[in-house]
């Protein structure tokens, strides 16, 4: 059992860390180009989605505080085969978050150096030979100095939150503007109607840029008061992050000229684009500002980018540790690093460069994933409030089933305005995992008499093709032979269908309440 020693603070700084990763650099010019003024709406609208999902987190988390609660409570609720899955989309998120922060720091050395990068932000060969180099120092740091960096979080937090309000500020004093803001002189406030502001949410960075709001709820085994900490941590976390996103998102908007938008919002012309902070900085004659803004763009995804390494390869120790991948992942390095593991993510970090172009493709990609982990909160919520309704519930969220359909709806809706190109390889990806899994459990680890709860993860079959049929034929770059409203109408249907397929097959009380006991948590 972890020592309980983090408090509403410590818990705060590291979500607030987590979140603020390479987001604030690339959303608002990537909201902009699909909302316009509407990227507003689309902020708070996304924190308020994501502040939906988080309540569900809190209660799990909050009832059952172990850390890394992703990947070993849905083991808890729905046996196996779940947790295969989710082991498998969790550890995709980890290094495709890696590859996203080295693609970050590339893009904005790019504004000096070109040839790195092509227009739509894909690398070009010598690209390639920097995000290599990056990869490199990012593995060999991970196992020689990462707890320093880690003792160091904090100082970064702060610099994380003062370098993009220094920004906005000096923005602000120059071209601060009502009538910009309003978009009375920009096509209006919806440009491109609701169409674009939910697309900015999945699409623009959005809920990307709040990917590391579930920090405190995988620290809980580490929180002192857990039911009081973790709740705090997440909620304000998640407010203080949209505040600091909104006034970015209103400095980028304030400085566009009539230049800039000659051509529309979609088509929004900028000088540097690929690095849009630094481009705005160098459009407005402040490019004092760039050695602050270059500090950030480096340090930032750099140290982001390290404790991502760090994770994924703990998680891919954790696979093995459960005996879903090969024992050499558990092989450790002399200062106690999974080595092998740390290898192996190195190489198939630089696998994502390719077939997601650009920080936006592959931020995108990462908010479908993301997106299907977010639904475990309400998934897991719903299942344990059946098989141990009498364990202790330090939070407990009122209206629970409604609560739950709300919160994973919203999960579908995450997932299905990321678009058709990025949802077929979403699905492939998943399948293509478990295949693997079942085939390792079959070769070796069958031995072990493993039941795999199959039915216990019919569901997440149910949803995920569910949902990705619905998409071939809607309009997030879809065929677009259905309305809005009909699309809208069968992914709720969907929900409701996944959501209490996952309650009505999950394991039997007996074995949740057996999979908790093991845990020795004393709840």
């Not at 083991?75 to 996203?100: D, K, N, P, Q, R």
């Not at 973790?230 to 400095?251: F, K």
């Not at 120790?317 to 879903?324: D, F, N, T, W």
């Not at 929900?495 to 004393?522: D, G, H, R, W």
Request: hydrophobic letters at 55%; a positive charge.
């Amino acid at each position: 059992m972890h020592h309980r020693s983090l408090g509403t603070q410590a818990l705060f700084l590291s979500s607030v860390s987590a979140i603020i990763g390479s987001g604030w650099l690339f959303s608002a010019y990537y909201s902009a180009k699909l909302a316009g003024n509407g990227a507003i709406i689309a902020w708070v609208i996304g924190a308020a989605l994501l502040l939906t999902i988080a309540f569900s987190f809190a209660e799990i988390s909050s009832m059952i505080p172990i850390s890394g609660s992703s990947t070993r409570i849905p083991y808890i609720s729905h046996g196996t085969s779940v947790s295969m899955i989710f082991s498998w989309i969790i550890w995709l998120c980890y290094l495709a978050i890696m590859t996203s922060e080295i693609q970050a720091m590339i893009q904005y050395v790019s504004f000096y150096i070109p040839a790195l990068t092509k227009a739509n932000g894909g690398l070009t060969a010598l690209g390639y030979v920097w995000a290599i180099g990056f990869a490199f120092i990012i593995s060999a740091l991970n196992v020689y100095s990462v707890r320093l960096l880690m003792k160091a979080n904090s100082v970064l937090t702060l610099f994380k939150i003062f370098l993009p309000i220094l920004i906005v500020l000096v923005i602000f004093l120059h071209y601060f503007s009502w009538p910009k803001i309003a978009g009375t002189t920009t096509g209006g406030f919806l440009p491109l109607g609701w169409h674009g502001v939910f697309s900015a949410i999945s699409a623009g960075g959005i809920v990307f840029a709040f990917n590391g709001f579930k920090q405190a709820a995988e620290m809980a085994g580490e929180a002192k008061k857990p039911q009081v900490t973790v709740p705090l941590a997440t909620i304000g976390s998640i407010l203080l992050c949209l505040g600091i996103y909104l006034l970015l998102q209103l400095s980028f908007l304030i400085s566009m000229t009539p230049e800039n938008l000659s051509h529309g919002w979609s088509n929004l012309f900028l000088t540097g684009s690929n690095s849009p902070i630094a481009g705005v900085l160098d459009q407005d004659h402040l490019t004092w500002l760039n050695s602050f803004l270059y500090a950030g763009a480096v340090i930032a995804p750099m140290a982001a980018a390290i404790m991502y390494c760090a994770v994924s390869a703990r998680s891919l120790y954790a696979i093995s540790k459960i005996g879903y991948a090969p024992k050499i992942f558990q092989k450790l390095s002399p200062s106690g690093n999974p080595k092998a593991a740390i290898i192996v993510n190195f190489f198939l970090s630089l696998c994502f460069f390719a077939p997601f172009p650009g920080w936006s493709s592959i931020a995108t990609f990462l908010t479908s994933l993301l997106a299907l982990t977010y639904a475990l909160g309400p998934v897991c919520l719903l299942a344990l409030r059946k098989q141990v309704p009498d364990l202790k519930r330090p939070f407990k969220l009122p209206l629970g089933t409604l609560w739950s359909l709300v919160a994973f709806y919203i999960c579908t809706l995450l997932t299905y305005w990321s678009g058709w190109p990025i949802l077929w390889k979403t699905s492939l990806l998943l399948v293509v995992g478990y295949v693997f899994f079942l085939s390792y459990y079959a070769l070796f680890g069958r031995h072990r008499g493993d039941d795999l709860d199959f039915k216990a993860s019919l569901w997440v079959w149910i949803y995920i093709f569910g949902v990705a049929l619905v998409s071939y034929f809607g309009n997030f770059q879809g065929t677009g032979q259905i309305s809005d409203l009909l699309v809208y109408f069968l992914l709720l249907l969907i929900s409701i269908a996944s959501l209490f397929a996952s309650t009505y097959f999950c394991v039997s009380p007996e074995k949740a309440k057996k999979n908790i006991q093991a845990l020795n948590l004393n709840v």
